[in-house]
Each structure stands twice: as C-alpha cells, then as structure tokens.
C-alpha cells in the first residue's frame, strides 16, 4: 500500500460513510458526481475529479452494470485495512511524523493512534493538527473581543455556507475574507463553525496528555478549548475533574472544578454525565467547607469513628442472643478483605459447625456461625439455608423473611440441608424442615423426591 493511500484511509477513518465501491479513487471534498450531469461546463455544482472518465448522462448506474472505458478496476473482494495494518503501514513510512500535513490527516492520525492506546505517537499528530487550527483560533478569539457583549450568530444565520466534511483551511479562508470587510460578527460565526473539529482534537490532546502522566499541560489542553467554547461538554467534565483531582487542597481551583461542574449541569441536563457532576458538586462544596481534602478527609474519619462507637454501643444494649447487624464500616470492612484461601478455608468450616450446630438443636450458636459467612459470601445457598432455618429454630420474628428469601434463591439448598440433617441424626429436624418447604412452595420442581422423603 502506497503511503498516499495508508493517509487517505486513514482520514477516511474518520469521515462519513461513504457510497463510493472499495477502491474507487478519492473524490476532493466539495465535488459531487451526480449520474444525470452532462460533461459540459454547466455542470459545475456536480463537476467529476479532474481525469475521471466521462460518465454518460442518465439514471443512476445501476449495480452489475458494466463500468466505462478506462474506470478503474474495481476489487469487490478486497476488505479495506485494518486499524493495525494502517499502523503498520505509518510506522514503516520513514519521516511521517516530520512531513507536511493538512489539519485533516494529522488529526485522522492522531486519533487513530490514540484510539489503539498510542499515545505518544497520537500527541505528535494531535499536535500537528493543533498547530494547523491555530491561525483560526486566533482569529475568532479576536474577532470575538471586537464584538464585545454583543451574541455570536449562528453559521446559519452569518451565511457561512459551510458544507459537511470542509476542510478547515476552506473553512478558515470564509472567516477570514469575513474579518478582512469588517464583519467581526460573521468572522467570528465561521470561525467558530470551522474550529468544532479542532476542538475535539484539543480534547483528546487533553486526554493523551492525562494518560501519560501530564496533567498539568492536559489541564492546559482542557482550558484551551473552554476559552473558545466556555459549555462544551466533554471539556467542563475533564478540566473539573483534573482539577478536583489534582488540586485538592488549592480552594481556588476547588471553586473553579465545582463552577465547571454546575455548568455542565445547567447546559446539559440530560447528559449522562450530569448525574456524576452533580454528585461531585456537592463533593467539592464539602470539601471547600473542610478547607481542603486532607481537612475534609480527617473529619470523614473522625466521623466514621464516632459512628462506629454509636453502633458499638447500640449492639451492646440489644439482648445478648439478637443478631448483630453490620454498620456500614463494618461492611466497608467486608469488601475489602482479601478473599485469601485461608479465608475461604475458614468460611467453609463455619459453615460445616453450622449444620453440627444445627442438627444438635443449638441454634443459636449456629446462627453465630453464619452470620460471619454470609457478608462474606451472600450467594452462598448452604449458609443462607442454615442461617434460615437457625431463626426459624429460634422464633425470631425475621425468621420468616430470611426463610423466603432462601427459598427463592435456592431452595434446592433448603431441601439439601435436610439431607445434612438427617445424615449427622437430627431425623425430625429434616423431617421438619422438609415439611415446611413442600408447605411453602407447594410448586417446588422436586416435589415427588421430597414427598418420597417426608413418607419415609
């Protein structure tokens, strides 16, 4: 594959679909064939490439029709390359990073580079293409201050004329006669229209930069694109949350990271972003109120401790044979536990005591036992069996809820305990126990081997 045609694709990557077959030669933006022109200068608005062969006047060419003299040949069969294979391709092109390139193959590069994980070769391109939107930057941040406070008008309304797919360098020509007769307001309508492109490449510079370690120049790349487009959505989020990030005990940045997020919240409402940003809103106001996040950080602590020795004192006051429920530190405590072999030798033989416990009618002690398996592991159907049937054994008033909820889960496990009863002795216990399962879930898909079981 020739270099030309590896930069093409690659700018392809990023374009519309298009209609033309695979491996049709490239069309200049602006040119459109249109199957009824004529080949006579009055077919400017629909002008074929400069060299294409004459295509006749008519109706739309229609599939398997043959093609003109002299087209080239179509390969139907060949799949257009990969992002791998482009890559490939670009990296064995010797001194492509150093040569010429519009705004369009740069950024095409860059985002192919960046979309695979290449982060360093997609800040050379990205960078290329930053550079080559610079001019336009330029000129609508002037032409904006020479509007003063007066509103940008809409492309539409300021006739730029633009159509999808222009080149920046086009794009940029219009805002610049513009500016060139005075029009500040239409210079700066046409310049903002033609830079949405080189915006997204600011943020994804922004992105690569974060992903490499340097955030203070991503924080850089983020504010470059707010102070053309103060409401672009994907710029508040990231420059509010390096800042929030990386600026924690700075209050100034703190107000600027929560002021980025509110915006968001206010000029996208229905962005699946606005939901975080309002969660982290209220973040950043705690913190500011703590005086920065070591401040906010100790008194989170301190707070945790206190209700820590609220819920110690709390378990202490119930009765001595209640079960004791977990405070959320308690189960923070759980979660991060390593789940080593150790642990899941442990849990097992608590389970184990558990049903000894159980078929010896000690019920309590039992319950003891499974109520440090179960936070541990909530999808273990032996344990939430046993630890059913123990309050059941008890008569606790949430017996009956926990019983149902282990029959919905995995009354097979239910039905199974039983077994484990009777085999350690407890007879009546299994026959109890089995009872009252064909009595509560009288549609219980092994009901002939229960029934087989309670006639025994």
């Not at 933006?29 to 608005?45: F, L």
Request: charged residues 20%; glycine residues 8%; aromatic residues 4%.
């Amino acid at each position: 594959m020739s270099l030309s045609l590896v930069l093409a694709t690659t700018a392809l990557l990023a374009a519309e679909p298009t209609s033309l077959p695979p491996g049709h030669p490239t069309i200049p933006p602006g040119t459109q064939a249109s199957p009824a022109m004529g080949t006579g200068s009055g077919a400017a608005n629909g002008a074929l490439p400069p060299g294409h062969p004459t295509m006749p006047a008519g109706s739309p060419v229609a599939p398997g029709t043959p093609l003109p003299s002299g087209h080239p040949t179509v390969d139907t069969n060949k799949l257009p390359p990969s992002a791998e294979e482009l890559m490939k391709q670009l990296d064995s092109s010797e001194g492509l990073r150093e040569r010429e390139k519009d705004f369009e193959i740069a950024s095409s590069l860059g985002k192919l580079y960046y979309m695979n994980g290449r982060n360093a070769e997609a800040l050379a391109y990205l960078g290329q293409a930053q550079t080559k939107a610079d001019g336009v930057r330029a000129l609508f941040l002037s032409s904006r201050k020479k509007l003063g406070n007066a509103a940008i008008p809409t492309p539409e309304a300021a006739s730029c004329g633009f159509t999808p797919g222009q080149p920046l360098d086009s794009m940029a020509a219009v805002a610049q006669a513009r500016a060139k007769s005075g029009d500040a307001a239409g210079a700066a309508a046409c310049a903002l229209a033609a830079l949405v492109p080189a915006l997204d490449v600011d943020v994804l510079r922004g992105n690569a930069l974060y992903l490499t370690g340097d955030s203070a120049n991503a924080l850089k790349a983020y504010a470059r694109v707010l102070e053309v487009a103060p409401r672009h959505e994907e710029a508040l989020y990231a420059h509010s949350s390096l800042l929030f990030e990386t600026k924690g005990e700075d209050l100034q940045a703190l107000k600027s990271a929560r002021e980025g997020f509110d915006a968001l919240v206010t000029s996208h409402p229905e962005s699946q972003r606005a939901a975080m940003a309002r969660e982290l809103s209220v973040r950043i106001e705690e913190t500011l109120k703590a005086g920065g996040r070591k401040k906010w950080l100790a008194s989170r602590a301190a707070d945790r401790k206190v209700r820590l020795s609220q819920s110690t004192a709390q378990a202490a006051a119930m009765p001595s044979d209640a079960p004791r429920p977990l405070s959320p530190e308690m189960v923070d405590a759980v979660k991060n536990t390593e789940r080593t072999p150790e642990l899941e030798a442990g849990l097992t033989r608590l389970v184990d005591e558990g049903e000894e416990h159980l078929a010896r009618g000690r019920y309590q002690e039992a319950l003891a036992n499974y109520t440090r398996v179960v936070p541990f592991q909530p999808e273990n159907g032996r344990a939430k069996a046993g630890m059913a049937w123990a309050l059941v054994g008890l008569g606790r008033p949430m017996g009956a809820r926990v019983w149902s909820v282990a029959l919905e889960s995995d009354a097979g496990a239910v039905e199974k305990l039983g077994d484990t009863l009777l085999a350690k002795g407890d007879a009546k216990g299994a026959k109890a126990l089995w009872e009252k399962l064909a009595q509560d879930v009288p549609n219980y898909p092994n009901k002939a081997a229960l029934q087989a079981k309670l006639s025994q």
